[in-house]
């Protein structure tokens, strides 16, 4: 055998061969003569499939390559990621594939992608992996698929199926939450009655859902002003012209329990105006006023108080640039993986984790994409865990979080792009 057979590189470099020959193939069924033949040669060496070596004390010669590749494919078999052909022998294929070149978990697959010190991104079916933690949750954050007409390359619910879609993935989660704990839902308003220019109500019955079905409390709907949305819905707006451009998309938080609730605004107060800070340092105002038929009144110290910020408004204005979906991308396009088509700002994480966690607590995201969760919880030292169902989306995330204490990654996952 040749002695560079069985170091690092030519190891992954034959997990991604199987793999890759496997998802080239799509929906096709392969041999397990034809994997070997297709493998040998992608690596370059088709020699070695000729080479046999004794092995174990009873010195049986077998050829190893066969069974380094038989073993990556039981592994990915395993991971969900091939299925057996049924009925045949030897023959497997690609379990769903989903659009180009991206993969989903199969039911029952529960990989850790990644981890660091202080999270885990997990690969696999949100339910199923939430269905087996214990650890007390302080916050749920999460955007999940919206119900729409074309969907995204990862797939999205029908509308008729959505809250019980949501209200699955959520029921795991919040039998785990600590009292006072918050869940924050990203949702999206752009869904149409078909043929209509009238919006779906699919989130008023998803809010009415949330609390008679799992008992959860609407603390707020915080619209996330984003001027930087391209334009839409482009149909209604741009070519009918009888809506507007929509430049929101509304956040819904809630608590399981709203007198304990574990919020405070002290964590994320804003800067003072120029103007607060004049009239603060002045002793406050040096009028009087009355206005709202007396309902508010300036007196001459109001305003006078020092206070370390302001309260922050229940508008979240962020746009969609963010050097981390800037570092994601370039990452993700070096290592030729898909790009995520659905990602936050981890500005928008990164408020409601200040707002609504302490440190240390644990923050989760079931729908959790490129990790933005994990890495706003990260960086602010809370225990966070998220779950994704594409493996390639994991794979891209992964490149943000080499710098972390403690940071791991799957072998299978090293292999993908
Ligand atoms: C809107 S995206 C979330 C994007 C994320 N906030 C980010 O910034 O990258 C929704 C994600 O949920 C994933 N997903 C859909 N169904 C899932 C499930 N049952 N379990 C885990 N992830 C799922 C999709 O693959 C998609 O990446």
Not at 134 to 153: D, G, K, V
Not at 400 to 411: A, I, R, T, V, W
Request: glycine content about 8%; proline content about 6%; charged content about 25%.
């Amino acid at each position: 055998m040749d002695s560079d057979f069985g170091k690092e590189a030519i190891q992954l470099d034959l997990f991604s061969h199987v793999r890759n020959t496997y998802s080239q193939a799509g929906e096709e069924a392969i041999s397990n003569d034809s994997l070997y033949a297709v493998v040998a040669e992608k690596l370059g060496r088709p020699e070695l499939l000729k080479i046999k070596t004794p092995v174990g004390s009873s010195g049986e010669m077998h050829n190893l390559i066969k069974r380094k590749i038989r073993w990556f494919q039981q592994t990915l078999k395993q991971l969900g990621v091939i299925e057996r052909v049924q009925g045949e022998r030897g023959v497997w294929r690609l379990a769903e594939p989903v659009g180009k070149d991206l993969h989903k978990a199969a039911d029952g697959v529960r990989l850790v992608a990644f981890s660091t010190d202080l999270g885990v991104a997990f690969w696999g079916h949100c339910k199923d992996i939430f269905a087996s933690v214990s650890e007390p949750i302080a916050l749920c954050i999460t955007s999940p698929p919206y119900p729409l007409r074309n969907a995204r390359a990862y797939g999205n619910p029908a509308e008729s199926e959505y809250i019980d879609f949501i209200c699955s993935a959520l029921e795991p989660i919040i039998k785990n939450l600590i009292p006072g704990a918050s869940v924050v839902l990203n949702l999206s308003s752009d869904i149409f009655l078909s043929k209509s220019p009238a919006r779906s109500l699919y989130v008023e019955r998803l809010v009415l859902s949330l609390h008679d079905r799992l008992g959860l409390f609407l603390m707020d709907r915080i619209p996330w002003v984003n001027k930087s949305k391209p334009p839409g819905p482009t149909y209604w707006a741009c070519v009918n012209r009888v809506q507007l451009t929509t430049a929101y998309e509304p956040i819904f938080w809630f608590t399981n329990d709203p007198l304990k609730v574990r919020s405070d605004n002290r964590r994320v107060l804003e800067p003072h105006s120029d103007r607060q800070q004049r009239l603060m340092a002045a002793g406050g105002a040096k009028r009087s006023a009355t206005y709202g038929d007396g309902a508010y009144k300036i007196r001459p110290d109001s305003f006078g108080r020092v206070t370390e910020g302001k309260i922050a408004r229940n508008v979240l204005e962020r746009g969609h640039a963010c050097s981390d979906t800037k570092a994601y991308r370039e990452y993700a396009l070096n290592h030729n993986l898909p790009i995520h088509g659905a990602m936050f700002p981890t500005s928008i994480p990164e408020f409601f984790i200040q707002f609504l966690t302490e440190p240390n607590e644990l923050v989760v995201d079931c729908f959790g994409g490129t990790i933005k969760t994990g890495l706003a919880a990260e960086r602010l030292g809370r225990r966070w865990m998220s779950t994704e169902l594409i493996i390639q989306y994991l794979r891209g995330a992964a490149g943000l979080f080499q710098k972390f204490n403690g940071f791991e990654m799957h072998p299978a996952l090293r292999s993908i792009g």
